[in-house]
């Protein structure tokens, strides 16, 4: 008799655990993984740095059963419907400390998203670089008036080494410093969010709103912005290509993006259900 995974949810991160980020890829063998477990009624999502308006380019290529983890945390997007069933909205505050945070070094671009859009305040060719990496389709837009709108995310895109020192600044004026929480998610890339946002609060939100118990409630990842959702889940994995730390935060270890890291992880859970 085949088993019964309705009261399971697995979460995957996009880039560098389902998506090879060398390549591009995506490999097959996650796609079957993917589409078995769902067959077996269990519920697929995806829970990733992207934002709602850049995410459906994978979703032509990733089957999700559920709505997904978009902008780090601070959104839910149900793309049944294409529409953010929640988000976390910036302060002022919060909005006014990222165009500071801008000016930090000469290399770094802003850009941030809310439900519908992705507005560049300042242009660099590290934004240029973001654009293309998310074919988007950005609206430029002054800070005076950009600070009028919604923004659940703030994008802070610069060469490593100044990123990397941002970072480390951020660190010195503390979390929560302006009503915001930074993230690294990846080298080039830290991000700001509202205060209490993370892929795990949107986890257990999730999780709530599907009505699955949170020891059925598993997430796989590969970066420091993935370690709260890995540590908060029921059953936590990271692929083998993740930092020790992150690593040390899961129950399952799995092989690289490029080897189906996310299929290893579906198989072991498809195991212990």
């Known amino acids: 008799m085949q088993k019964d995974l309705s009261n399971w949810l697995i979460v995957s991160d996009i880039d560098g655990t389902l998506l090879d980020s060398k390549t591009g890829e995506i490999a097959p063998r996650n796609i079957e993984a993917i589409n078995r477990f769902i067959s077996l009624g269990g519920k697929f999502s995806l829970a990733t740095g992207r934002a ?5 380019g994978i979703l032509d290529r990733v089957p999700v059963s559920c709505p997904l983890v978009v902008c780090n945390g601070s959104m839910i997007y149900d793309p049944t419907v294409d529409r ?9 505050e919060a909005k006014r400390f990222a165009i500071e945070m801008a000016d930090f070094r000469t290399s770094i671009g802003l850009a941030v998203y809310n439900e519908n859009d992705m507005l560049v305040i ?10 293309d990496y998310e074919s988007a389709a950005p609206v430029e ?27 480390a ?3 010195r004026l503390g979390s929560g410093h302006c009503g915001t ?11 700001l969010l509202p205060s209490g946002a993370s892929k795990a609060s949107a986890l257990k939100r999730l999780g709530e709103m599907l009505g699955v118990p949170h020891e059925h409630v598993c997430a796989i990842g590969d970066y420091y912005n993935d370690a709260e959702m ?21 129950d399952i270890i799995t092989g690289t993006a490029a080897d189906g890291g996310v299929a290893d992880f579906i198989d072991r859970i498809i195991e212990l259900a």
């Open 169 to 171: 600044h951020y660190e």
């Open 84 to 92: 953010v069933v929640y988000y976390c909205e910036m302060s002022d």
């Open 181 to 191: 929480r930074g993230v690294a998610s990846m080298e080039l890339i830290f991000e």
């Open 122 to 131: 300042k242009r660099t060719p590290n934004i240029g670089w973001l654009v």
């Open 52 to 56: 709602s308006v850049v995410i459906k």
């Open 141 to 167: 837009m002054e800070p005076d008036e950009a600070v009028k709108h919604i923004w659940c995310k703030a994008v802070l895109v610069g060469d490593v080494e100044d990123i990397s020192a941002l970072g």
């Open 230 to 250: 890995i540590a908060y889940a029921g059953v936590g994995g990271a692929v083998a290509t993740a930092p020790d730390e992150i690593k040390a935060t899961a």
